[in-house]
């Protein structure tokens, strides 16, 4: 697919569904991407790696040397940090935990 046809909307996941009107409780999709956002930027920063929303359509990857890289729902997500890594993030690292607790004192989840 080529880039604009993904900006334009084609590449939606059912991540995306939660936007919507019956789904919505607290809020509506703006406010659900930024908490995605802000969720996996205490992942993925752990690791030196930081995530923004890109127009509402996708998500910008950044790592500590300024590769950037554009992905187009939260699962490429994984598949993208991997490549930028050169190793899989294991969610359940013990030093990822520990980063994730310690960021949890100070602020919430």
């Known amino acids: 697919m080529c880039s604009l046809c993904a900006a334009l ?12 009107d019956a789904f919505r409780r607290h809020g509506g999709k703006l406010t659900e991407r930024e908490q995605r956002v802000a969720i996996l930027n205490r992942l993925l920063s752990a690791r ?7 127009g509402g359509n996708s998500f910008m990857l950044q790592n500590q040397t300024g590769r950037r890289e554009n992905v187009y729902n939260l699962a490429g997500i994984w598949t993208h940090v991997q490549g930028m ?22 602020e919430q989840i």
């Open 9 to 20: 909307g084609a590449s939606r996941n059912w991540t995306d569904a939660a936007g919507h």
């Open 48 to 54: 030196g790696i930081t995530i923004a929303d890109w």
């Open 85 to 106: 890594l050169g190793n899989a993030l294991d969610p359940l690292a013990p030093e990822l935990l520990a980063a994730l607790e310690s960021a949890r004192s100070t």
